[in-house]
């Protein structure tokens, strides 16, 4: 079976401008997105807080939880439905170092719901010293592997080619990011390692590229770099095109049957995969175009 | 069959072999004999997986470089006054300092060859004369800090391992990390609100004498004498378990330490019948426990452990045995949890919980399931595509797909790596990029057969111009996951494990083994036709 034609042509290059103003646009949507919330919303990992996973035997709603939890425990508690049962909810506070947290939950839902009727299934409390590094960590871990990337296609091609492929992963990461500001998910670790596994997929796809524009070049010196580069996108995009969407059906299994704990990290992923996928056509190989031109208009 | 093909055969085949191996702990375990399952552990399940609590402790250091120039201060006293050295007081200030007070010069310059001699680790800061005073100050060398520091988190570490060791839990891990903290995780452990309270208590236990001659209820107000202090004694009542604090005196100085135990065992108290905790002393301790009650019958004894009084009893007569009981109307949970952390020994300084993060098992037990379903609905989906879209070669395709997914859990057995929820996520991702270095060479090869090429020869320069495209685009995904492996806790490094495994895993698949498929399907045949 074949979804692309052999002999497919399609003018990538010469529709670049309108892939960068797409880019650009969504990317600014995300930016004005992340300004009027008030920068990205952290999950307890980062900005420090309690979280609970609870789920109860009986039917009940967040407003009631909220009113038996704010007046005995965690003042600031917000709450909310949790994952595909409708008894299942999860309790965000501000609050971190509340002694005997548990206890004072289980008592205070257990006066009200019964003891036996609440399920404490999860907790995860994260001091606001300890958010804040794992915060800091996380962006030098996403610098890291991109110095590490830019470092190793550097050696491999060209610096160029690192350039415009960097240019692409954090064309991504921003696109995820402003992803995550416009639904209202939070950011939490798992999130961040979803992050790295995009730069590692996006550039995955970009490499595959750019090695047939190394191998390309040498060939068809006469039709000039634009003609080489549009040609290795087209005998490239029938895997492109396989590889992604098996890649995104999974990702999708993940999203849909993973269960709530890691529905963000499915999130990021599934956004991850279409960006990466878009950026490896449309960003990082025109770039390289762009790039010659600029250097060619300037001689 | 040509030796190459045979030889290749044969790796992949013993491979594939210890991989069954080491795998067949973790699905039949009780079945095998006991050397098998030793050499080989089943797949060890992160704590999100499996259930218990992951907590980082901060060992509040500083506080410990106070008690110690706390009790240098107390030794600085005495030894002033065994000298018949006139001073005005010695004192601990903020800023871990210590002042010392005194008259003249002469007493100044004995004070100093008292330092030299005594505490050669404590270095003279500044001088301040004022108004007929010299006050010297000293403090402990920039090194001296360092060592009582990573002291007390070496002590707090062997403290906590005490405890834990007879709280009960299996494989409990317990690792310094960073400067001073520890980080504690103990599995499958049912009652965390206890764990926190057994683990988080300081447990420093010490007798204060009560000071009878001052009103505790003008002690509230804030009038205080010097060398005294007012703590609360807790009483909870029997029957609503409410807890009451009472306000007390006693002496600042104490008279004895929990350091001087020699054990702690729960009893009944038969009249009550109401648990206590029942403590011996070692022979310092008898001795000075024996004077103490001697010289003070009558008299009230605080049992203070981390600043509350749990009872004040009077000394009827003087204890010779050298043992005392704690009762402070425990739940026999309590007196059992009092007598481990008092058998275990007290923090050298107050910990703090930095990071607290508890999975209950059935949580864990529902994300074990959800996670290994969309393992398979992923894998289902990619092998029917390939099917499909290659046909004969999809299969073969299909074969290194199930083989990688063998060899990603072999190797986190051999590895004796930790699978977590993100780590599923890591298997689940690396299903749909595993293929991919399989769709990179069957396109290849279809490119070379639409050239003209045949067969043997698309496939030979299908895999070989592959190849380089392969290994340059799975090794900077491999950097991202390294990079996430040292930068992540956890579950986040259970998924840079898993990725990183399942990229080596896939690169061998799909370049050995489906290249030994094809080489041994079209050995000794002339094959005109591909399926791909």
């Given at each position: 079976m074949q979804l692309i034609k052999p002999d497919v042509n399609v003018d990538f290059i010469g529709k670049r401008k309108i892939a960068f103003a797409l880019s650009v646009i969504l990317i600014l949507v995300g930016i004005v997105s992340l300004i009027v919330k008030g920068g990205p919303s952290y999950g307890v990992d980062f900005a420090g807080g309690t979280l609970v996973q609870l789920r109860f035997t009986e039917d009940t709603n967040a407003e009631q939880i909220k009113k038996v939890l704010i007046p005995a425990v965690l003042s600031s508690a917000t709450v909310q439905q949790f994952g595909d049962n409708?008894?299942?909810?999860?309790?965000?506070?501000?609050?971190s170092n509340v002694d005997g947290l548990r206890n004072h939950i289980l008592q205070a839902l257990g006066a009200h719901y019964g003891a036996d009727n609440v399920d404490l299934r999860r907790i995860e409390m994260v001091g606001p010293q300890v958010g804040q590094e794992l915060r800091q960590q996380g962006l030098m871990a996403v610098l890291y592997a991109m110095i590490g990337i830019l470092v190793y296609v550097t050696w491999r091609f060209e610096l160029v080619f690192a350039l415009g492929a960097i240019v692409a992963l954090v064309h991504d990461v921003l696109l995820?990011?402003?992803?995550?500001?416009?639904?209202?998910?939070?950011?939490?670790?798992?999130?961040?390692?979803?992050?790295?596994?995009?730069?590692?997929?996006?550039?995955?796809?970009?490499?595959?590229?750019?090695?047939?524009?190394?191998?390309?070049?040498?060939?068809?010196?006469?039709?000039?770099?634009?003609?080489?580069?549009?040609?290795?996108i087209n005998e490239t995009l029938s895997r492109t095109i396989l590889t992604s969407t098996t890649t995104l059906l999974v990702v999708l299994a993940l999203f849909l049957f993973g269960g709530a704990v890691i529905h963000n990290f499915a999130f990021a992923l599934l956004v991850g995969v279409v960006v990466g996928t878009y950026s490896s056509i449309f960003v990082a190989s025109p770039l390289l175009i762009t790039w010659a031109e600029h250097k060619g208009a300037s001689k | 069959m040509s030796n190459s093909i045979k030889l290749r055969g044969l790796l992949v085949l013993f491979c594939l072999a210890m991989a069954l191996v080491s795998l067949a702990p973790t699905f039949m375990k009780d079945s095998l004999p006991n050397w098998w399952q030793n050499?080989?552990?089943?797949?060890?399940?992160?704590?999100?997986?499996?259930?218990?609590?992951?907590?980082?402790?901060?060992?509040?250091?500083?506080?410990?470089?106070?008690?110690?120039?706390?009790?240098?201060?107390d030794q600085m006293e005495s030894m002033l006054r065994d000298e018949d050295i006139i001073f005005k007081?010695?004192?601990?200030?903020?800023?871990?300092?210590?002042?010392?007070?005194?008259y003249d010069e002469s007493a100044g310059a004995e004070v100093d060859a008292m330092i030299r001699n005594k505490f050669p680790n404590l270095e003279p800061m500044t001088l301040a004369t004022d108004g007929g005073y010299i006050q010297k100050d000293y403090r402990f060398s920039a090194k001296e800090i360092k060592n009582i520091k990573d002291y007390a988190v070496r002590q707090a570490l062997e403290t906590m391992r005490n405890r834990v060791d007879q709280f009960g839990v299996s494989e409990p891990?317990?690792?310094?990390?960073?400067?001073?903290?520890?980080?504690?995780?103990l599995p499958g452990i049912k009652d965390?609100?206890?764990?926190?309270?057994?683990?988080?208590?300081t447990a420093r236990l010490e007798f204060h004498m009560v000071v009878e001659n001052v009103d505790p209820q003008q002690a509230v107000k804030g009038i205080l004498p010097a060398g005294t202090k007012l703590l609360y004694e807790r009483h909870v009542d029997e029957r609503t378990k409410a807890v009451t604090e009472t306000p007390l005196v006693v002496y600042k100085k104490s008279a004895l330490t929990g350091d001087l135990l020699s054990d702690a065992q729960v009893r009944i108290d038969t009249r009550f019948n109401e648990p206590y905790v029942a403590i011996d002393f070692n022979s310092v301790g008898a001795q000075r426990f024996d004077q103490i009650t001697a010289a003070n019958v009558g008299k009230r004894m605080a049992i203070v452990l981390d600043d509350t009084i749990y009872s004040a009893p009077n000394i009827r007569e003087r204890?010779?045995?050298?043992?005392?009981?704690?009762?402070?109307?425990?739940?026999?949970?309590?007196?059992?949890?009092?007598?481990?952390?008092?058998?275990?020994?007290?923090l050298p300084a107050p910990v703090k919980i930095l990071e607290d993060r508890t999975v209950g098992p059935s949580l864990g037990h529902d994300s074990i399931d959800q996670g290994i379903n969309s393992v398979l609905i992923g894998a289902f989906i990619v092998v029917l595509m390939m099917a499909i879209y290659y046909r004969g070669a999809g299969l073969i395709a299909n074969g290194a797909l199930v083989l990688n997914l063998v060899f990603i859990m072999a190797m986190m057995t051999m590895f004796k790596a930790t699978l977590t929820l993100p780590g599923l996520a890591g298997i689940v991702l690396t299903v749909g990029m595993a293929v991919d270095a399989n769709v990179l060479i069957f396109e290849r090869i279809r490119e070379e057969l639409r050239h003209g090429k045949s067969a043997r020869v698309a496939i030979d320069s299908g895999f070989a111009k592959a190849f380089v495209t392969i290994v340059d685009a799975n090794i900077t995904t491999l950097i991202a996951a390294l990079v996430l492996f040292q930068f992540g806790t956890g579950p986040v490094k259970g998924f840079a494990v898993t990725l990183s495994v399942g990229i080596i895993a896939s690169m061998f698949t799909a370049i050995f083994v489906s290249r030994l498929i094809f080489d041994l399907f079209l050995d000794g045949r002339q094959v005109k036709k591909l399926s791909i």
């Open positions: 409708a008894n299942e909810f999860l309790v965000r506070a501000k609050e995820t990011l402003g992803a995550f500001s416009l639904f209202g998910k939070e950011i939490d670790l798992p999130v961040i390692a979803a992050f790295l596994a995009i730069v590692g997929y996006s550039l995955n796809d970009t490499i595959i590229v750019y090695d047939r524009i190394r191998e390309n070049t040498g060939k068809h010196l006469s039709s000039g770099f634009a003609a080489t580069v549009n040609l290795s | 050499a080989f552990d089943p797949i060890h399940l992160g704590l999100d997986l499996q259930g218990g609590m992951h907590l980082v402790l901060g060992v509040e250091v500083e506080k410990a470089v106070e008690s110690r120039l706390d009790s240098v201060v007081r010695v004192e601990r200030l903020s800023g871990e300092r210590m002042a010392i007070t005194v891990v317990l690792q310094r990390q960073s400067d001073n903290r520890i980080l504690i995780q965390p609100q206890r764990a926190i309270e057994l683990l988080g208590k204890i010779s045995g050298g043992s005392a009981q704690i009762s402070g109307s425990f739940t026999e949970q309590e007196a059992t949890d009092l007598a481990i952390i008092l058998r275990a020994g007290s």
